[in-house]
């Protein structure tokens, strides 16, 4: 079957949406909003933390792993959010930046899908791109595409959902254990 204008750009337009959901939460909401890691602000990260810590399916691990260093999430969050927005805008590491967002919607769609329909759809929605973006949907519009040509290690998906994966797992173990 023949590439048609559709197939090539669906790609791309995921990458978009993706995007633009992650300029809003990481820019928006939490790089240009002052009182995100300000603890006597009432949009303060540890008061979201404590929220979500009423939900009953990750309290222990909000717990154990986020409440004592709620700052270094609040920052962690903040950095990875605009970093997700930024590569997967630009097409750049789609299959690594994936694997981590990935992870990250997760926890918060098992943080929050109690909380309401929105959490639980954007959380969702965000899962499937990333899903599709480590899994290496065609995207000929992406910085991936251009680079892939002299890097064929950009085409395989696993070593890349492995470096995910184990910067991921660092940082929690991380958290965990300090």
Known sequence: MRGTEYNLSWPAALRFAAS??????????????????NPSSTSYVGLTVQYLAQ?????????????????????????????????????????????VALYTNLVYLLSAYWAGAEEYGVNLFLIIADLLLVLGAQDPLSLDSLLS????????PLPWFVAGTSIYSAIIAYLLLS
Request: hydrophobic share 55%; aromatic share 12%; charged share 15%.
């Open 20 to 37: 633009s959901v992650w300029i809003y939460a990481g820019v928006i909401k939490k790089l240009l909003d002052p009182g995100f890691l």
């Open 55 to 99: 939900g009953p399916l990750l309290r222990p691990f909000l717990y154990a792993a986020v409440f004592p260093h709620v700052m270094l999430v609040g920052f962690l969050v903040m950095v990875g959010e605009v970093s997700f927005a930024i590569l997967t805008m630009l097409g750049l590491l789609n299959r690594l930046t994936g694997t």
């Open 149 to 156: 040509r002299k890097l064929r290690l950009l085409r395989r």
